[in-house]
């Protein structure tokens, strides 16, 4: 994205194909905060796709796939670091069109699932949460369904 790009243009994130509109940017950091529907990311301004005049739809074959791993390991981290990699991940992951993603964040003394819980509750990208089942990892994982 260059200098050509402006607040309330609208855009592609890649990987995503529905379009998209620029609420801000700050080239300083190289990011833009971009609204795809009803849900705001914070996107790197390299992955931002400017929809051309001419046409109102990009070819979804020209939108280059974003490939996100479905599974996020956050043990060992502290909270304050972990919250910020899970939103940055949340951020790909919705974009990256995926329905389900697991957490990892242990069983220990329950305080990094507690925090990764208080956050994702309050996330709009978040559908649903659960804690995994016995043969998914049982309460050392979240498993949460994202909004389509």
């Not at 003394?109 to 990892?137: C, Y």
Request: hydrophobic share 40%; proline share 2%.
């Amino acid at each position: 994205m260059g200098s050509e790009m402006c607040i309330r243009d609208r855009v592609y994130y890649e990987g995503v194909d529905k379009p998209g509109v620029i609420l801000s940017i700050n080239e300083n950091i190289g990011k833009a905060k971009i609204q795809i529907n009803n849900i705001k990311i914070d996107a790197d301004i390299h992955r931002i796709i400017p929809v051309s005049e001419n046409k109102k739809k990009i070819e979804k074959d020209k939108i280059p796939v974003i490939k996100v791993n479905d599974k996020l390991d956050l043990r060992g981290m502290s909270a304050q670091d972990a919250i910020q990699l899970l939103d940055e991940y949340l951020d790909e992951a919705y974009a990256g069109g995926l329905n389900e993603v697991t957490i990892i964040h242990g069983k220990g003394k329950g305080i990094l699932r507690k925090e990764v819980w208080k956050f994702i509750e309050k996330d709009k990208r978040v559908k649903s949460q659960r804690i995994g089942a016995w043969n998914e990892g049982d309460i050392g994982v979240t498993i949460i369904q994202l909004k389509v």
